[in-house]
């Protein structure tokens, strides 16, 4: 994954008990055309995890690929 496929980036916190705060880098990038399909893949970044979330379309990669960051970061707790 480059610079180039990664141009949104956000910083998330979360504030929990007292004293403690979650924090992620999130990095969603352009959905492509997936090689060889005729599908979509959105690459997506939280921290070091990297990964793609497909699509029939380009607009359904990238939910899928916002959904997928949203489950990651919910089982983080």
Do not use: N
């Not at 705060?21 to 999130?26: F, G, I, K, Q, R």
């Not at 060889?36 to 979330?53: D, K, L, N, Q, S």
């Not at 990238?62 to 949203?70: E, W």
């Amino acid at each position: 994954m480059t610079a180039s496929d990664l141009p949104a980036e956000s910083l998330l916190s979360r504030f929990g008990e007292p004293d403690i705060t979650l924090e992620a880098v999130v990095e969603i990038g352009r959905p492509k055309p997936w090689p060889g399909t005729p599908h979509f893949a959105c690459p997506y970044r939280i921290g070091e995890t990297t990964g793609y979330a497909a699509g029939v379309d380009a607009a359904e990669a990238l939910r899928s690929a916002v959904q997928t960051v949203a489950e990651i970061l919910q089982r983080q707790d």
